[in-house]
């Protein structure tokens, strides 16, 4: 009943800041499940997955609903993310749990400073043609699946960035577009995490529910409200929980 009640403020507290932000949600969950839960950082990867596809589908939604989502060009960056997916999460099987934990840290350093600069990237002046646009999607997809995969997280940080600076997208149409290609990328990562036996599923279920009202809530706000000071203090916390991990012992 307890770990319960904890996996719902989990998936509560990762739906949110994953849907607001354009994330899956993994960066808040993993940590928590490790610290709260105590769960090995393996488990804690392959359970976040299957809450980040219910962050990913609330907040998805929510996002199309207020017209900020394109689900072709989110056809295309899951059509190469589901296959890597597959193999970033055997990748992140074969890992010690130290180097696993380091990993995972430097990722947390890297997307925290990812979310204090998107929301000031250029935005593309030049304008290419559809084969050119078709290669920066697919191509964003094969990294964006085996990081989602290896991570345990969505891997909007990844997608967003080529989606602002080479395509051009809006910023909340970039990030309600990474929600939409998170749901059969993370799916295909959790499936492969289940099989190789790193998902909780009775933590997973509180989680996923606190995921899908999180995931709505955070995506509602982010299309009528500036979400830059909490980016900033957000990003505070990733850095600091990125360097406690880097520094693994």
């Known amino acids: 009943m307890k770990s319960g009640l904890i996996g719902l403020v989990i998936g509560l507290s990762g ?4 849907s607001l932000i354009g ?26 997955l299957v809450a980040v596809v ?9 996002y199309y609903l207020h017209g900020t989502a394109d689900w072709k060009v989110a056809v295309l960056l899951a059509a190469t993310a589901m296959i890597t997916a597959r193999f970033g999460a055997l990748y992140a099987h074969s890992l010690p749990e130290k180097k696993l934990k380091r990993a995972f840290g430097a990722m947390l350093l890297c997307v925290s ?14 304008q290419y043609g559809l084969t050119v646009y078709v290669i920066i999607f697919l191509g964003t997809g094969v990294l964006t699946g085996f990081v989602s995969g290896m991570m345990g997280v969505g891997g909007g940080a990844i997608m967003i960035p080529p989606m602002v600076l080479l395509a051009g997208m809006p910023q909340q149409l970039a990030q309600g577009t990474s929600l939409f290609a998170m749901i059969p990328v993370g799916l295909t990562g959790a499936i492969t995490h289940y099989k190789l036996g790193n998902v909780k599923l009775n933590i997973a279920a509180g989680i996923s529910a606190g995921a899908i009202v999180g995931g709505y809530i ?13 980016k900033i203090i957000f990003s505070a916390v990733l850095m600091w929980m990125g360097q406690r991990y880097v520094r693994t012992k």
């Open 15 to 18: 739906g949110f800041f994953g």
């Open 23 to 48: 994330l899956g949600g993994g960066i808040v969950m993993i940590p928590l499940m490790t610290i709260l839960l105590k769960l090995t950082q393996h488990k804690a990867h392959g359970t976040s």
């Open 54 to 62: 219910f962050t990913a589908l609330a907040g998805a939604i929510t």
């Open 113 to 126: 400073l990812l979310l204090i600069v998107k929301g000031f990237l250029p935005k593309s002046a030049s």
């Open 218 to 230: 955070g995506g509602t706000i982010a299309n009528v409200l500036p979400e830059l000071y909490l």
